[in-house]
């Protein structure tokens, strides 16, 4: 298996999802700051240009971070709830695939990248606030996100609550969320957790945010 990689929230979550299910991988870095993810080359693999993406060994492409996290779960049989809490399960995590991960990106965007709309920022960080409110309220007395035990919803939440100290650093990071504080220290608890750090300090990307780099992030603004 063909795993692009870059260290941002996304690549991370499949990296966790790699490394719980102890699959063999062959890491290929994908520098979006340099435009590596529209070369030709990435394109076949991933027509919309975002990592991360997954070749299997037959050949067949799977891209979309949240889209790996479930087929992964799905192909091996493991990090899924039992049938009782199927619907439970799929309703939160597609609500950290459609709410709480792009939002995430666009707080950072609005509060990082571009701060001239005052309404923008403060629409997207008040969202943002709003969703991490939800899921303290959701781990309120419960050790995971859905079912009884550690799944899919935790690994592919954990990419994005990993950089919450950078997303809200001006809010405080997690500190007004003490339930996703605690839950955050149990999944860093994994041994997997270790074994993504350890994949993250294997690769050097670019760290500037240049030019070059807005124009390759963010190319529909050129």
Known sequence: MKFYFH?????F??????EELGLDYETIPVDTRKGEQHKDAFRAVNPNGK???ITEDDGTHIFDSNAIVLYLAQKHGQFLPEEKDMGETLSWFFWIATGLSPFSGQAVHFTRAH??????TRRYTREIARHYALLNERLE???WIAGDAYGICDIAAWGWVKMAPFVMEAEGGLSPYPNVAAWFERVNARPAVARVDELAQQH?????MDEEAMRAMFP???
């Open 7 to 11: 260290t941002t929230p996304n690549p």
């Open 13 to 18: 979550k499949t990296a966790l999802m790699l």
């Open 51 to 53: 990592v991360p993406a």
């Open 115 to 120: 701060t001239e709309s005052a309404y923008a």
């Open 141 to 143: 007395g419960r050790d």
């Open 204 to 208: 050097t990307f670019k760290q500037e």
């Open 220 to 222: 529909q603004n050129f």
